[in-house]
Each structure stands twice: as C-alpha cells, then as structure tokens.
C-alpha cells in the first residue's frame, strides 16, 4: 500500500526559531493534507493540498506541494509555545487516509 | 455544532475479552472512519463507513469489526483482546463532498488498555 515517510522524527527548538517538517512518497500523491496532535489530543486538520507546486499559508504557516506531487512540506515560521505536538501529513481519498509517522515539535522559552 | 463524541474515553480489559467502542458523528456527516493509534505503528486506519454500508477496509484482520446505524452513529468491535491492541482508537466524520478529499474531523479517542 501507499507509503509516506516523515522527518524529521523529532524536532526541539527555541522559540522563535522556524520549524519544517517534510514528507516523502515514491508515488504521485492524489492530495496531501496537514493535520496538528497536541500532547493528550486527537488530530486536528489543517490544510489540504491537491495541485502540483501549490503553496497555502495559514498566518505563520506554509504549506507546499512538491511539482511531482510526491512530497510536501510545512514551515512555521518564529514558534510558539502553543506550536507544541506532532504534526502530520496525510494523503487518500474516501475518507480512507494513509498517514505519515509525523514530527514530534517541542518549542522551548 | 457538536463535535465529533466517543465513549467510553477510557477502557481497560483483559486478553481474550471483546470490546465495543462507540463514536457518533458531526450532525450531518454520513461518513465515519475509524483509526488506531499506538506509538510503534502510527495512525493506522481500520475501517469507514458511509450509510450503512463499510465503503473502506485497512488491513487488520477479522478481529476488528464494525458498523453504522441509520443516525449515522457506528460502533466498533474488537473480539479476542491481544496486548497488542492497547491503543488509542480515533473515530474521525467527514461530510462527503461529490468530487471532493474531504477534511476529517476527529473525536478524542477511547484509550483500550489490554492487561
């Protein structure tokens, strides 16, 4: 089946330092979309991404899809302490998602 | 509007034992999946159902079983515990959108403990 690979697997930063998470497919990917765990919390959708070379930002935020639609990214410029969680990238479609393995973020003072 | 609602939040049971867990959906989504997620293997996806019918299937064996209500309300089963099914079960609707991937709104998951 479809797999999507994340990294970095962990990420600890200062606040106020950027953020990138990646995700990585050996196929074309349909869609990609972003979801953000919190510590304790469930997945919380962010975005959604289908066309080649699309870029979407949310406020500090940036959301792109590779050309060959088989990578992504998401950038968080000068973090927050409420940045903190796992973010994932996801891709499918029927409502069936196959998930990355996510990139862990602490954010400290 | 509500969001997504799960019972029982927190479950534990022993090896062998069966489990039902509960997850009503976003009034007006017909669509509901179910994930599991545990440290070792990530969110992995079990099942969804939309009106009834179980549209997508991942791959855990027949162990793990499902189904909707005509409210749209779905309930998930697990027979014959093994400790390796500890692990927090998503429920996740979705409005389904002709032509459309559609964003997936998750409950707060029922945390299983097998002992």
């Known amino acids: 089946g479809q797999q999507v690979m994340q990294i970095p697997q962990y990420q600890h930063v200062q606040e106020g330092e950027d953020f990138t998470t990646y995700c990585n497919s050996s196929?074309?990917?349909?869609?990609i979309q972003w979801y953000k765990q919190r510590p304790g919390g469930h997945p919380v959708f962010l975005i959604q991404?289908?066309?080649?070379?699309e870029v979407k930002k949310q406020k500090r935020l940036t959301f792109q899809f590779g050309e060959a639609k088989k990578n992504s990214s998401l950038h968080i410029t000068a973090t927050q302490t409420t940045d903190v969680g796992t973010y994932f990238c996801?891709?499918?479609?029927?409502?069936?998602?196959?998930f990355g393995t996510g990139t862990q973020l602490k954010v400290e003072l | 509007k509500a969001g997504v609602t799960q019972t029982p939040r927190y479950l534990i049971k022993t090896r062998g034992q069966q489990v039902t867990l509960s997850c009503s959906p976003i009034s007006g989504h017909r669509s509901v999946s179910w994930y599991q997620q545990t440290p070792g293997q990530g969110l992995q996806f079990l099942f969804e159902y939309f009106s009834e019918t179980q549209r997508n299937k991942g791959n855990f064996p027949g162990r793990f079983s499902g189904r909707q209500f005509s409210n749209s309300r779905s309930e998930m089963n697990v027979s014959t515990l093994e400790l390796g099914d500890s692990a927090l079960y998503l429920c996740?609707?979705?409005?389904?959108?002709?032509?459309?991937?559609?964003?997936?709104?998750f409950g707060p998951g029922t945390r299983l403990t097998v002992l």
């Open positions: 196929t074309t990917l349909s869609n």
């Open positions: 991404l289908v066309k080649s070379g």
């Open positions: 996801a891709t499918g479609g029927g409502n069936k998602l196959t």
């Open positions: 996740a609707s979705s409005p389904t959108l002709a032509g459309a991937y559609n964003e997936q709104f």
